[in-house]
């Protein structure tokens, strides 16, 4: 085991301690140390979002699609210079990315893989950390995949992309982080 994935575990089980098992609402993930280091992580982004928002003119599709659209590429660069060195694997690092991967692939070999035809095609879309994707690119999660990770905060939506599992940001309209390959079916 290396020093910094000894140091990420040391850490998770400090947030285990620390974050209240109601956080947790759903999901295998509920109430395990890797639960606490994926909430811990996501409502640190959702905190840093809502601060940076705070400025900003209220999200409101009433005042027209210009104004909402200037509104969430203010708030998407806000966050691109709030972390500079933002990069993939943040909120999914070990072992929080390997979990959600054992979760997707437990449940890929109890259902029928026919219905999910097309979600691990490569649509020439790339995922790059708080830069959005297109809309037809962004498809959602089936019920029952979702029953398998923790609630997110308000304003943030698991999705798929080229196979992958996003987190998507409704406010900014950008991807937070990003699980490649996790709905591949080998």
Known sequence: MTLAAARSLAGATV?????????FAQGPIAGTTVGAVFTSRIEEYARL???LEEPLPALDEKRGARPAMLTR???????RAA???A???TVFAPPVGDAFRHLIAQRLSEVDPEGLSG?????????VVYEPVPAWSRLPIPD???GLFPELPDGIDYRMVNGAL???????????DALPSAFVVR
């Open 119 to 127: 979600w691990d095609e490569d649509l020439g879309v790339g995922i």
């Open 166 to 176: 996003v987190l998507w940001d409704l406010h900014a309209e950008i991807v937070i």
């Open 73 to 79: 590429r203010y708030l998407a660069s806000a966050i």
């Open 49 to 51: 979002r809502g601060r």
């Open 15 to 23: 947030l285990a301690s620390l974050v209240p098992v109601a956080a």
């Open 144 to 146: 029952e995949y979702l």
């Open 83 to 85: 972390r500079p060195r």
């Open 87 to 89: 990069r993939g694997g």
